[in-house]
């Protein structure tokens, strides 16, 4: 969300001239504290039909939105152009609603209605709670994706993950303000493997959102076409002798939500090196979920380019990365 009011030619002057990128910057900040300020004043169901609201009737007009119909189109050819179309509008719905759901995270995951987040629990939380072993959770832009972390931290093991710092460190501090109630440590992407290592080394857990793009991973097929993937999650799985377990998170009705979690990606018996074993479970986690995109697909935000340039119309961009949370 951050530096949305700032249009493109204003960011890229502000990159040239860094006084005034620091009052972009605080510009940012005010809108968007001022907003979740006003946001946090509502009750839940309001607030996410709220951000609903927003995000169907602004999404379209981010540059964003030229990414997200055209990885749609890609990821499902088989639909008509009206079909995807629509799915975009929900999908910018849902993110509108995860953006107002920020300020109600505590209540959603702590509040006094249990229906709010329930937990389909697959693998087994409570001996991962008892044995203090750790855990690698791996999920998509899925619905509330944010939840993925609250639903794991609610079972008390202690989590670290991964997430992508927006440009803007004022809006950066801020959603950690509010990420606070999810109660795990945010690990930046930037350099992340050492920090990993050294959580998994102390016993707790990570999680890593993997369907983005990352331009130095390994091409791992994702509906139908090769994405380049990260392989950390797997390879330390491998490493660490860790379950490599897949998280699903989905929205049934407005703010309420389901959080399954399922059994773990076998480590394959077919032998080879560290790299293809670890592509061989990712690729497994990647069948996964395209299972449940096609299920509930405007429920997945794809923002940003995930296949190879040649695959779309030759003025599309876009970076690599992941989001916040797992």
């Known amino acids: ?18 006084r005034l990128e620091h009052w972009l910057y605080r510009l940012d900040h005010a809108f968007f504290s001022s907003l979740l300020w006003l946001i946090k004043r509502l009750p839940i169901d309001a607030a996410s039909s709220s951000g609903g609201f927003l995000g169907r009737s ?36 849902n993110a509108g609603r995860v953006f107002a759901e920020y300020v109600h995270l505590e209540s959603i995951r702590d509040g ?14 409570e001996v991962v709670t008892a044995s203090q072993k750790p855990v690698i959770f791996v999920a998509a832009h899925q619905a509330n994706w944010e939840l993925t972390a ?18 803007n460190p004022l809006i950066d501090t801020l959603m950690q303000h ?12 930037e350099e992340s493997m050492r920090p990993l290592m050294r959580a998994l080394n102390s016993g707790r857990s990570i999680g890593v959102i993997i369907d983005r793009r990352v331009d130095n991973g390994r091409d791992i097929a994702l509906f139908n076409h090769e994405k380049p993937t990260s392989l950390i999650a797997a390879r330390l799985a491998i490493r660490y002798q ?52 096609r299920e509930r697909p405007g429920q997945w935000f794809p923002s940003k380019r995930l296949w190879p340039k040649s695959l779309y119309p030759r003025k599309t961009h876009g970076a690599a990365g992941a989001s916040p949370v797992v």
């Open 58 to 93: 602004l999404g379209p007009r981010f540059k964003k939105s030229r990414a997200l119909e055209e990885n749609l189109a890609i990821a499902f050819p088989e639909f008509d152009h009206h079909r995807r179309k629509t799915i975009a509008r929900e999908a910018w719905d």
């Open 178 to 189: 509010w990420r606070q109630h999810i109660r795990c440590e945010l690990i930046p992407r």
């Open 242 to 293: 860790c379950p490599l377990v897949p998280v699903r998170v989905e929205r049934l009705d407005g703010a309420y939500f389901r959080v399954t979690v399922c059994e773990p990606i076998a480590e394959p018996q077919t032998g080879g090196d560290e790299l293809t074993q670890a592509s061989l479970m990712i690729s497994e986690v990647h069948r996964q979920f395209e299972r449940w995109i």
């Open 112 to 125: 006094k209605n249990p229906q709010r987040l329930e937990v389909i629990d697959h693998f087994g939380m």
């Open 1 to 18: 969300m951050a530096r949305f009011i700032v249009g493109h030619r204003w960011r890229a002057l502000g990159e040239k001239h860094p």
């Open 150 to 167: 609250a639903a794991v931290t609610r079972f008390g093991i202690p989590l670290s993950v991964v997430y992508s710092p927006p440009t």
